[in-house]
């Protein structure tokens, strides 16, 4: 078995819920994770994907906490298409095994999740989901793990170390963050997030999806009787950030990665908390233009890398964050600028007074100026300890899309590419851009009727069979390129007129 970085703590008392016939199996698991995790529950499912009701637990489904802290079904859905273009399941087969959750002993809100197929099924490999944003252990089951257990890998998940968030009251909460900006309909909305509560980090993301490998390594052997022969990383967003820095930090531990739009961090910038504040600092503006993609806020968006506004055809109102005028733009600003900026601030520069409650404080969300306090405040350590410097050690593809609305793609995505090529390890990375795919796959369909955008979900699942083919074959990947609007990854980019990168980040 590879070296373990978790060593053995004091013995844990477990709680097993076992059918008849995994009786033995999880019994067996448990006595290899003794001391190791905690609250483990060991079921035997008919069906390990999301076919099966029982494989994505409820939202709120844990007792004791409050509404939105755990909501396995709502993080799975928000960043997979709709119905009929998630994740094929073959209908006629099943996927039987043991899905096994806990949490680690040190914090029982640290989760991890483990699916291992049934012996006969099972392909000696593991593959390891990080999620996106501040989501729980299930986010990747209908992106990562319904493909990858319909082949036979076992997969394993955690949310990070930490919960989600919850909504709350500004006046009352110093961890308070607005959700949108003060113009919107929500902006007296405040929400909670577990991320800002003392002891949580972005670092702790790195320590607890190696804890929830290690976990996984030692259920495997104690399950099947031998070790996994290939173990994978599959992220996405902040999921996409940890794998970069894995493959970076710890590549002895892995054979390879998917980075699906994982966030760059740079300690001179790019990173988020250079774009996102110039985006707030406009919005007010774009808002009185009426929207108006000639405004001078619009252009100043526009110049901090952001790609166009763009309208649905036509608006809904199942979007609650743009119900009326159906922007791109104003839906992102109301979901995502406004409070992904407070939360980052706080793990970043904790020294920052955010008050969001008087607009003459002048230290808002839209104040926050990175490049100012740097130095003042001592924020490059602070930065450097989870910075994405592109040195990985083992193969990595990257796939991201032009119309990205909350990680520019200039800043992000290529930045990395930059990164990776100026640390001489170009020939072990891959890096597909997806014209106009955006950050949530879910905005093309129902919720927003964003038609103009294209799915990345496809190429993320074939850059995972390319990923495959590279480790395990020594079939080098296709060059990186560009995916035009209904392509797809191709094998000879440069016959086929492909450059790198995408001309223009909107093909209407």
């Given at each position: 078995m590879r070296s373990l970085v978790l060593a053995v703590l004091a013995v844990v008392p477990l709680t097993l819920v076992l059918s008849m016939p995994a009786a033995a199996d999880c019994a067996d698991i448990a006595k290899a994770l003794a001391g190791m995790v905690t609250n483990l529950t060991c079921l035997e499912s008919m069906d390990l994907t999301t076919r099966n009701d029982a494989t994505t637990p409820p939202d709120n489904s844990r007792p004791g906490l409050p509404?939105?802290?755990?909501?396995?079904?709502?993080?799975?859905?928000?960043?997979?298409?709709?119905?009929?273009?998630?994740?094929?399941?073959?209908?006629?087969?099943?996927?039987?095994g043991?899905?096994?959750?806990?949490?680690?002993?040190?914090?029982?809100?640290?989760?991890?999740l483990l699916r291992l197929p049934a012996a006969a099924n099972w392909n000696r490999k593991l593959v390891v989901g990080v999620p996106g944003g501040f989501r729980s252990e299930f986010m990747g089951?209908?992106?990562?793990?319904?493909?990858?257990?319909?082949?036979?890998?076992?997969?394993?998940?955690?949310?990070?170390?930490?919960?989600?968030f919850f909504f709350t009251a500004a006046g009352a909460d110093p961890l308070a963050c607005r959700l949108?900006?003060?113009?919107?309909?929500?902006?007296?909305?405040?929400?909670?997030?577990?991320?800002?509560?003392?002891?949580?980090?972005?670092?702790?993301?790195?320590?607890?999806?190696?804890?929830?490998?290690?976990?996984?390594?030692?259920?495997?052997?104690a399950h099947y009787d031998r070790a996994p022969e290939r173990v994978y990383l599959m992220g996405i967003s902040n999921g996409g950030h940890v794998v970069r820095r894995l493959l970076a930090e710890t590549p002895t531990r892995f054979d390879g990665g998917l980075?699906?739009?994982?966030?760059f961090w740079s300690t001179g910038g790019p990173n988020i908390l250079i774009d996102l504040?110039?985006?707030l600092r406009n919005w007010d503006g774009y808002v009185?233009?009426?929207?108006?993609?000639?405004?001078?806020?619009?252009?100043?968006?526009?110049?901090?890398?952001?790609?166009?506004?763009?309208?649905?055809?036509?608006?809904?109102?199942?979007?609650?964050f743009s119900p009326l005028l159906g922007s791109l733009w104003e839906t992102h600003a109301n979901n995502y600028w406004d409070v992904t900026t407070c939360v980052f601030v706080r793990l970043v520069d904790p020294l920052y007074p955010v008050n969001q409650l008087d607009p003459l404080a002048a230290s808002d969300t839209k104040d926050y100026d990175y490049l100012a306090r740097r130095k003042l405040f001592h924020l490059s350590p602070r930065v450097g300890q989870v910075a994405t410097d592109g040195d990985i050690a083992r193969p990595l593809i990257t796939v991201q899309g032009t119309m990205d609305t909350l990680l520019p793609i200039v800043h992000h995505g290529r930045a990395f590419r930059d990164a990776v090529v100026t640390a001489g390890r170009a020939s072990g990375h891959r890096y597909y851009e997806v014209q106009n795919g955006n950050h949530i796959e879910r905005y093309r369909h129902a919720c927003c009727n964003f038609v103009q955008l294209e799915l990345i979900q496809p190429h993320a699942h074939r850059a995972?069979?390319?990923?495959?083919?590279?480790?395990?074959?020594?079939?080098?990947?296709?060059?990186?390129?560009?995916?035009?609007?209904?392509?797809?990854?191709?094998?000879?980019?440069?016959?086929?007129?492909r450059p790198e990168r995408c001309a223009s980040l909107l093909v209407e």
């Open positions: 509404p939105n802290a755990f909501t396995p079904r709502t993080d799975a859905q928000a960043v997979s298409p709709d119905a009929p273009f998630r994740t094929a399941i073959d209908p006629s087969r099943t996927f039987p043991l899905q096994i959750t806990g949490a680690m002993p040190d914090d029982a809100n640290a989760r991890w089951d209908l992106i990562f793990s319904d493909l990858v257990v319909q082949q036979g890998f076992a997969y394993a998940s955690t949310n990070k170390g930490m919960l989600n949108s900006p003060r113009v919107a309909a929500t902006g007296a909305a405040f929400t909670h997030f577990y991320a800002n509560d003392a002891g949580n980090s972005i670092r702790e993301w790195f320590r607890r999806t190696l804890e929830a490998t290690d976990v996984a390594e030692l259920a495997i052997d980075d699906w739009e994982g966030v504040p110039v985006a009185t233009s009426g929207l108006s993609p000639a405004s001078p806020a619009a252009q100043a968006i526009r110049t901090a890398g952001y790609p166009p506004d763009i309208r649905a055809t036509p608006p809904t109102p199942a979007n609650t995972f069979q390319l990923l495959l083919d590279w480790v395990e074959r020594g079939v080098s990947p296709p060059a990186s390129q560009c995916i035009p609007r209904g392509g797809a990854i191709v094998s000879d980019p440069a016959a086929a007129a």
